[in-house]
Structures are given as structure tokens and as C-alpha cells.
């Protein structure tokens, strides 16, 4: 145990030119893909063009996402689009609440998401 620690960062053994506290991942590799594609939806609310590109590399290297892999909400956008919802459905008036969410970035994020999910 510890043995790719070097001062408490990991350092790969079969790839010493990996930077102390990087993990080389491949998109080829068959239990990596999963994770990857995860992170690309993670990253996506800090740089859609990189999510969008692993995705991509992704699936040119054969990987089909599991269809329950294809949406996580943030906590944060799950309780905006949540809010948005039920104050729509007790006005009567959905499209002006979600219009009017107190946090505009994270409903954008979650509608993004709902949009990529209903496009494959």
C-alpha cells in the first residue's frame, strides 16, 4: 500500500512521465470510460467545447453511454429547476417562473443537460 504515493500525490508506475498527482487516463480503456464520461458532464458548466470533445473521443473509441449516465444535475440545479417548477405549477404560470429563478446559471445548466438527454 503507498506504493505510487511520493509525498502523499500519486505518480504513476507505468507512466513516470505522468506530472506527480495526475492519473493518465485513457478513452480506450474499457474501465475508464464510464468515469470519463461523467467527468465530461461535470466539466461541462466550466467548458462546454472540452465536454462536448471527450464525449466525442469517447465514442470514436466505441464507448455508448448508459442512458443513466447521460444526466446529473448538481445539487444546485436540481434545487433551481425544483423552485422554478413548483412555483410554476402553483401560479399556473411555469414558463415566468423558471424565467424568473433566483439562479439563472444553474437552470440554465439543468436545461442544457434535460435538452442533451432529449437530443440522443
Known amino acids: 500500500m503507498g506504493a505510487h504515493l511520493i509525498d502523499g500525490e500519486f505518480q504513476s508506475d507505468k507512466y513516470?512521465?505522468?506530472?506527480?498527482g495526475k492519473v493518465p487516463l485513457s478513452c480506450r480503456d474499457r474501465t475508464a470510460q464510464d468515469l470519463l464520461?461523467?467527468?465530461?458532464?461535470?466539466?461541462?458548466?466550466?467548458?462546454a467545447e472540452f465536454s462536448s470533445d471527450l464525449e466525442s473521443a469517447l465514442?470514436?473509441?466505441?464507448?455508448e453511454p448508459d442512458r443513466s449516465l447521460m444526466l446529473t444535475l448538481t445539487?444546485?440545479?436540481?434545487k433551481a429547476l425544483a423552485v422554478a417548477v413548483d412555483l410554476?405549477?402553483?401560479s399556473g404560470k411555469l414558463l415566468?417562473?423558471?424565467a424568473a429563478t433566483e439562479d439563472d446559471l444553474a437552470l440554465i445548466e439543468a436545461f442544457a443537460k434535460l435538452r442533451t438527454l432529449e437530443g440522443r
Open 16 to 20: 513516470p512521465t505522468t506530472p506527480r
Open 75 to 78: 445539487r444546485r440545479e436540481l
Open 37 to 47: 464520461w461523467e467527468y465530461a458532464q461535470r466539466r461541462r458548466a466550466v467548458d
Open 96 to 98: 415566468e417562473a423558471l
Open 59 to 63: 465514442r470514436a473509441a466505441d464507448f
Open 88 to 90: 410554476g405549477l402553483r
